[in-house]
């Protein structure tokens, strides 16, 4: 079964969409940034968004509308979402051993592939 993340709701805090995303992936989790990255490059850890903030408070564009993440979507269809949808900057993050590293090298995988990488290096 495909798994599908919904977002559709201006009050869910970033806490809550991270939370949503690292349930259906375990090894790749989102961060939410004030400034965006450029294709291939990260983001600045020291302009990460508290986690506390509701989608709204940070949301940039036009009105809420409801997109899903599923595990076909490739990682910087994703990235590009937030930001043409919401004026919001995110970066995947994927598991290697104990460290959070960012997909900049990875960003035209799938979230599965994304997911499945990880798993194999265990």
């Keep these: ?44 850890e020291q302009s990460k968004i508290d986690e506390a903030f509701r989608l709204r408070d940070i949301r940039k564009e036009g009105l809420m509308e409801t997109f899903a993440i599923h595990g076909n979507l490739k990682t910087q269809t994703l990235e590009s979402k937030f ?23 990875t960003d035209n995988w799938t979230l599965s592939q994304q997911e499945k990488s990880t798993e194999e290096i265990k």
């Excluded at 949503?20 to 004030?34: A, G």
């Design 1 to 44: 079964m495909e798994r599908t993340i919904h977002i559709d709701d201006d009050y869910m805090t970033l806490k809550e969409i991270k939370d949503q995303f690292s349930n259906y992936f375990p090894h790749l989790k989102i961060e939410f940034f004030e400034h965006p990255h450029r294709t291939g490059e990260g983001s600045m």
């Design 83 to 105: 930001s043409d949808l919401y004026g919001v900057n995110i970066q995947v993050y994927k598991k290697r051993g104990n460290t959070w590293i960012q997909t900049t090298s």
